[in-house]
């Protein structure tokens, strides 16, 4: 296994450039599976684990793909299998995004109940209910979801989600997009990866309205066409390196960025004593060496995202105050606090709120996490904190980011990856 070692005190500064989005990658790829025709180009896709798994499971599928210098080239005229297996599905629950398209291409599909999760509660009640809305059949047996459309073909209809949901929005585009007839979302998630998802679903011919929006009208098409694809920048992973400037007194610029996805994150810095300064396509942050405490609640899209808000309360260890850090999406979304009191931090969990004092001294350990942004906060804390900090089990960060040390270490981090045997 790889762990990250890192020698703290080092400021964060210079320039880098974001990755391509993880969380509108997996929805894209998924998207493949809706077209026979010809072959997909997807270009500034992340080399992640992430998007290894998701290939293994198109492979299982049947498709054929390759992967080169960020460029992923998928063809799936060849799919005949419609089962997407435990083995597979239990790594990432992102897989339940191939439910929609296997349901509308071949109006069957039977894919693994994705498996617990390491913050809380995540149910896919809202994929299956939207799934049903458009004729589908669905049996949960032996740990399967059995999905059926009758006559082979779903249909337009009326999808009211009672809340804001990323997934079961992109699932429901995606089948909606092969339907027969017209369909309406409302309350749909308007998050930029949702809004990159249209953009492609349109690339591929679909008749999309109200892109960006909560209200999405799709009017299915009989058939879908291979595309060649631009992916969007990681927005996460923008602001997760823009906090590793903050935490350390230092100045980072962020190129290939889109500042309006990142309103919400970059406004919290501002209040929170950094200078942001954006072009068309990049973000410069400068610390001005002092931290105010500032507040946040995470929440959908355009507000703070749930996924920076481990990192922000990394950050907010080093404020000279207290700060409240609420998550309105995942109540339960905490497994950094313990890891981060650990290096000294002073946290309180009160509910689905953070309460973080500080500043304090943060002296590094062996830190660990089980998931992929609490396992971010732990490598913020690690740049700040005194001494050597090791962030074990490496691989929940490689699901979402792409040569993070490499990238931190370009900034000035002393930081390396390192194997390790675990007993
Ligand atoms: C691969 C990917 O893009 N993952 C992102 C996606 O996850 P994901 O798509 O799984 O998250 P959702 O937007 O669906 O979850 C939002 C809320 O809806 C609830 N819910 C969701 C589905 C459902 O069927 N029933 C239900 O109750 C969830 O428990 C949660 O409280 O959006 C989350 C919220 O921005 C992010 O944290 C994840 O990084
Ligand atoms: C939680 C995340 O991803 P996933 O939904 O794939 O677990 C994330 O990207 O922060």
């Avoid at 599976?33 to 992430?50: E, R, V």
Wanted: net charge neutral; glycine share 10%.
């Amino acid at each position: 296994m790889d762990k990250l070692v890192i020698r703290g005190g080092r400021r964060i500064s210079g320039s880098v450039s974001a990755s391509g989005s993880k969380n509108s990658s997996l929805p894209i790829i998924a998207s493949t599976l809706l077209s026979g025709n010809g072959t997909f180009i997807l270009h500034h896709i992340p080399d992640l684990q992430d998007i290894k798994t998701f290939t293994q499971l198109l492979h299982h599928l049947g498709a054929e793909t390759s992967f080169s210098g960020n460029t992923l080239n998928v063809t799936t005229g060849n799919v005949t299998s419609i089962l997407a297996p435990y083995e597979l599905v239990k790594k990432m629950r992102a897989s339940i995004y191939v439910l929609g398209p296997l349901l509308a291409r071949f109006g069957h599909a039977r894919v693994s109940l994705p498996g617990g999760c390491a913050f809380g509660p995540r149910p896919i009640d809202l994929h299956l209910m939207a799934m049903e809305k458009l004729g589908a059949r669905i049996t949960i047996e032996t740990g399967f979801i059995d999905a059926t459309a009758p006559g082979g073909k779903l249909h337009g209809a009326h999808i009211d989600f009672p809340i804001s949901s990323v997934g079961a929005t992109g699932n429901a585009l995606m089948a909606a997009s092969l339907a027969e007839g017209t369909t309406t979302i409302s309350n749909a998630a308007a998050e930029p990866e949702i809004v990159t998802l249209c953009h492609f679903l349109t690339a591929m011919g679909a008749t999309i309205r109200g892109t960006g929006t909560t209200e999405l009208e799709i009017e299915g098409s009989q058939s879908l066409n291979a595309a060649e694809f631009q992916n969007a920048f990681d927005r996460i992973e923008a602001g997760t390196l823009l906090a590793a400037a903050a935490i350390t007194g230092g100045e980072i610029t962020v190129n290939d960025v889109e500042p309006e996805q990142l309103k919400s994150v970059l406004k919290k810095f501002v209040h929170a004593g950094c200078t942001v300064e954006t072009t068309e396509n990049s973000v410069t942050l400068k610390s001005s060496g002092k931290l105010i405490p500032t507040d946040i609640t995470a929440k959908p899209y355009p507000a703070f995202p749930t996924d920076m808000q481990a990192q922000w309360i990394a950050l907010m260890t080093q404020a000279e105050g207290t700060s409240h850090i609420t998550d309105k999406i995942y109540h339960e979304r905490f497994n950094h606090i313990p890891e981060l009191n650990r290096l000294g931090a002073n946290i309180e969990i009160r509910k689905n709120q953070a309460v973080v004092h500080g500043p304090r001294t943060l002296s590094g350990t062996k830190v660990m996490s089980t998931d992929l942004r609490a396992s971010a906060s732990l490598v913020l804390a690690g740049l700040v904190a005194k001494g050597t900090t090791e962030v074990l089990r490496v691989y929940h960060l490689d699901r979402g980011y792409e040569k993070i040390e490499v990238k931190l270490k370009s900034l000035g981090a002393d930081i390396s990856r390192e194997s390790y045997k675990e007993f």
